[in-house]
C-alpha cells in the first residue's frame, strides 16, 4: 500500500495551498488519516489528523487556519491551508494506518514540500 502526497509548492505569506494524499488500495477507510510535518533542524510533528468519522484533531498552531477533511470512497485525505506564514515552512507527510490519535501509523507518504515566503 502506497500514500502519494501532492499540493505542496512555493507561496507568498497569507496565501493558501491544498495538499491532498491518495492511497493505492482501500485499506484505510477505518483508520486515522493525517498529516505531520518536518522543518530543517526540527522534529517531525503533527498537523492534523482526522478519523474514519470525520472527527479532527489540530496542533495549537494550524488552528482555525488549515482544515483536514477525507473521502472515503476516493482513500484520499486532504489538508486545505490557509493564511500561510513563513514558520509554516516544511516538508508535509501524509499518514495512514492508525487506530489513535494518539499515534501515527505505520504508512508515509513521500512528503511534499512546502515553502511560504514573506
Known amino acids: 500500500v502506497q500514500l502519494q502526497a501532492s499540493g505542496g509548492g512555493l507561496v507568498q505569506a497569507g496565501g493558501s495551498l491544498r495538499l491532498s494524499c491518495a492511497a493505492s488500495?482501500?485499506?484505510?477507510?477505518?483508520?486515522?488519516m493525517g498529516w505531520y510535518r518536518q522543518a530543517p533542524g526540527k522534529q517531525r510533528e503533527l498537523v492534523a489528523v482526522?478519523?474514519?468519522?470525520?472527527?479532527?484533531n489540530y496542533a495549537d498552531s494550524v488552528k482555525g487556519r488549515f482544515t483536514i477533511s477525507r473521502e472515503n470512497a476516493k482513500n484520499t485525505a486532504y489538508l486545505q491551508m490557509n493564511s500561510l506564514k513563513p514558520e509554516d515552512t516544511a516538508t508535509y507527510y501524509c499518514?495512514?494506518?492508525?487506530?489513535?490519535?494518539?499515534?501515527?501509523?505505520?504508512?508515509w507518504g513521500q512528503g511534499t514540500q512546502v515553502t511560504v515566503s514573506s
Open positions: 499518514n495512514a494506518g492508525s487506530p489513535t490519535f494518539a499515534r501515527p501509523g505505520n504508512y
Open positions: 482526522i478519523s474514519s468519522f470525520g472527527v479532527t
Open positions: 488500495a482501500n485499506r484505510f477507510s477505518g483508520n486515522v
